[in-house]
């Protein structure tokens, strides 16, 4: 088999690999792997970085697992699981950051998915709209376990993923200060229909690997909750929230 154009891989560099942990940024991959191999035992190989894609390989002597960066968004995230799916990975966890929008969660806390609201643009290439954009049940349990696992607060629920960072999310911070008027009230029109959290990748990954008869699960760190902190991430922030997400994330391999 060739190497996959974007993500420069084949079936052969992933060595039987099926699950694969999903950051959009590719200098938390290291991170992540380094840490499947602290847990779990085992060593980690760099195997290919090109554009957003960047993936380590974890041998953990029984089970080889891979870590792959998404980029932002889902045109760039369904690249990444196509080219994936056709090398032989079978379950996709997005592991990202995220804004909340309900008051009781906070800073670090972390949130499991269970389905997505399809504010992106890419899903509707492979469903229409009307088909839901849900997690696998199995891979749900596993991040609730390795959350538990890890110590880590969790939140279980719905999140909206967006196309884009700020109007999308209603973000008035930006160049033009100018949300449209179809995205004014739409935190709050979320927040009340109980939907937890802002981000840009899970109604993609759901609806490709539901659709495609793959596994997907999406865990993400609160970095921001809109409610308190307004509209800026702050770097603090960021690192709590990365740090409790990889222990999350990789605690749960162990029940996938
Ligand atoms: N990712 C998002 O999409 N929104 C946030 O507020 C933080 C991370």
């Known amino acids: 088999m060739e190497k996959m154009y974007h993500i420069d891989l084949d079936d052969a560099m992933i060595e039987g690999a099926q699950v694969v942990l999903m950051p959009g940024d590719p200098f938390r991959v290291e991170h992540i792997a380094k840490e499947i191999a602290s847990r779990f035992g085992g060593e980690t190989?760099?195997?290919?970085?090109?554009?957003?894609?960047?993936?380590?390989?974890?041998?953990?002597?029984?089970?080889?697992?891979?870590?792959?960066?998404?980029?932002?968004g889902g045109p760039s995230t369904a690249i990444a699981i196509e080219e994936l799916a056709k090398i032989g990975v079978r379950t996709f966890v997005r592991v990202g950051t995220t804004g909340a929008i309900q008051d009781h969660l906070e800073i670090g806390d972390v949130v499991i998915t269970t389905g997505a609201v399809r504010l992106d643009g890419a899903s509707k290439d492979y469903a229409p709209v009307e088909y839901p954009a849900v997690a696998d049940h199995n891979v749900v349990s596993a991040l609730i376990e390795g959350s538990r696992a890890a110590g880590i607060a969790y939140h279980v629920g719905i999140t909206a993923s967006s196309d884009t960072f700020y109007p999308g999310e209603e973000r008035s911070d930006t160049y033009s200060g100018y949300v449209l008027r179809r995205l004014k009230g739409s935190t709050d029109e979320w927040s009340s229909l109980n939907v937890l959290n802002f981000e840009m990748e899970a109604a993609t990954l759901f609806t490709m690997t539901s659709c495609l008869g793959l596994k997907g699960g999406c865990?993400?760190?609160?970095?921001?909750?809109?409610?308190?902190?307004?509209?800026?991430?702050?770097?603090?922030?960021?690192?709590?929230?990365?740090?409790?997400?990889?222990?999350?994330?990789?605690?749960?391999?162990?029940?996938?």
């Open 219 to 256: 865990i993400t760190a609160v970095i921001n909750v809109r409610g308190i902190q307004g509209e800026s991430v702050t770097r603090d922030a960021l690192e709590i929230g990365e740090s409790n997400l990889i222990k999350a994330s990789v605690a749960a391999l162990e029940f996938l």
């Open 45 to 72: 190989q760099k195997l290919a970085w090109h554009r957003e894609y960047c993936t380590y390989l974890a041998r953990t002597g029984d089970r080889n697992f891979l870590v792959t960066s998404t980029g932002i």
